[in-house]
């Protein structure tokens, strides 16, 4: 029986490598290791909103060797941020430098989402024995990448997402107002303007009372405050007070598993979410959000020539059709996509492995100091780069409280007249 380590730090990141390994061995022992390193909020709760039900480990990364014995592992399934898998390759490699086993487990790594910043993810995961894209697009790029690095590109290969469960395009209510369940799939950074999530929540509250007999769900990835990978500014739920409108009693927000949020859904809104890569593959008509423009950093470029970029509003009266068989084929949902390939190639390692005296060697990693000037060196990346961010100060964050929870006109007059009391002193 295949024994596998999941070692990822992110509710998104755990998510994936923990759906990648129950694939790959669904009747292996999967264990979870979550590095404290990066202060993440991770509970039970927020894995389960993943769609993951079982227990892990916490601690530091450094821990690790003194809580597992990486040698009984056939492999380690792991996404991490660049500096700590640079410390994950470091420990693994001085564990073979010094206690010389007679073993190592294969490394597998991937993406967790739409890739909009390949190069560098690209980069910060060689030294992973297969690195696994999305879709052909993503390999494509990636092959390009890595010849013009001159690094060695059998390691990449091209599966799909491997939470979108594949299903029948299912029996969808299309009229409006006829008892539809629509959900908006929030994003935590986009949109990045209060405004723009203000006029989608606005628009949100015009179809649930133009449409009363529909349901309006409001699906949030976290509850607000949660330190999360990618923390949310303007949470929709905390600012849609801001809105002065009452909430219609169809409209709700929800917190969960995504994928049994989508089992009673009928039409799916998001700006850019991986959420809509769940949703068409489960033939669950899907709408990208198009009020604000083609917005390269907001993610829907990803979505041109799918044919589902539209208004919110003719999303929500006029149905979505279905999206175009090209830009499936080539973005990781075609009917040939799928991690096949990937894990023979893993398949093969953990056989090499089985079949050698010693541990194979580990794959070297991109980014060290004989390559570039930078110190590269994990503990330099940890303590300079990702540093948590300070707490504000107390007049900040007494400024901020004040903005949150008084009504513009008298927070503008309360400010207009400190400034007055302050030039009086002057």
Avoid at 59 to 75: F, M, P, R, T, V
Avoid at 146 to 152: A, N, R, V
Avoid at 305 to 311: A, D, F, T, V
Avoid at 397 to 413: A, F, Q, S, T, W
């Amino acid at each position: 029986m295949d024994k596998i380590l999941v070692i990822a730090a992110a509710d998104s990141h755990i998510k994936w490598c923990y759906t990648v390994s129950k694939k790959f061995s669904p009747n292996g022992s999967v264990e979870i290791f979550v590095p404290s390193d990066q202060g993440l909020d991770i509970d039970e709760t927020i894995l389960a909103n993943m769609g993951v039900y079982e227990p892990f480990v916490s601690g530091g990364l450094s821990s690790l060797k003194n809580i597992y014995d990486l040698s009984e592992y056939q492999a380690i399934i792991t996404i991490l941020m660049p500096s700590l898998f640079g410390k994950l390759h470091n420990i693994v490699s001085n564990w073979l430098d010094v206690d010389k086993p007679d073993s190592r487990p294969a490394i597998m790594t991937g993406f967790p989402g739409i890739s909009m910043k390949l190069a560098n993810g690209l980069a910060t995961r060689q030294g992973a024995d297969i690195i696994c894209l999305n879709s052909k697009k993503d390999l494509s790029y990636a092959k390009e990448f890595f010849s013009d690095l001159g690094l060695d590109g059998s390691v990449l290969e091209s599966t799909n997402y491997p939470f979108a469960a594949e299903g029948e395009r299912k029996e969808v209510k299309t009229k409006p107002n006829t008892g539809r369940h629509i959900v908006f799939t929030t994003q935590p950074h986009w949109p990045g303007k209060i405004e723009e999530r203000l006029y989608v929540l606005g628009e949100l509250v015009k179809a649930a009372k133009l449409y009363p007999s529909d349901k309006i769900i409001i699906k949030l990835r976290m509850p607000a405050g949660k330190k999360t990978i990618h923390p949310e500014k303007y949470h929709y739920e905390s600012i849609f007070p801001k809105l002065r409108l009452k909430k219609p009693t169809n409209l709700e927000f929800v917190y969960g598993d995504m994928a049994k949020v989508l089992e009673s859904t009928d039409l799916h809104i998001t700006l850019a979410s991986t959420a809509a890569v769940e949703s068409i593959a489960m033939k669950i008509p899907t709408a990208i959000i198009g009020d604000f423009g083609i917005v390269e950093k907001y993610g829907v470029d990803h979505f041109v020539g799918s044919g589902l970029i539209l208004k919110i509003s003719d999303a929500l009266s006029s149905g979505v059709s279905l999206p175009h068989a090209q830009w499936l084929n080539y973005n990781g949902l075609g009917e040939d996509d799928n991690f096949e390939a990937a894990f023979s190639k893993l398949r093969r390692v953990i056989e090499k492995q089985d079949q050698s005296a010693s541990a194979l060697p580990l794959n070297p990693v991109y980014y060290n100091s004989k390559n570039y000037a930078y110190d590269f060196s994990p503990s330099v990346m940890i303590d300079k780069k990702e540093r948590l961010p300070k707490r504000p100060r107390l007049k900040v964050r007494i400024k901020n409280m004040l903005k949150e929870l008084l009504p513009p006109i008298v927070y503008d007059g309360l400010g207009a007249a400190l400034r007055k009391l302050r030039s009086s002193f002057s």
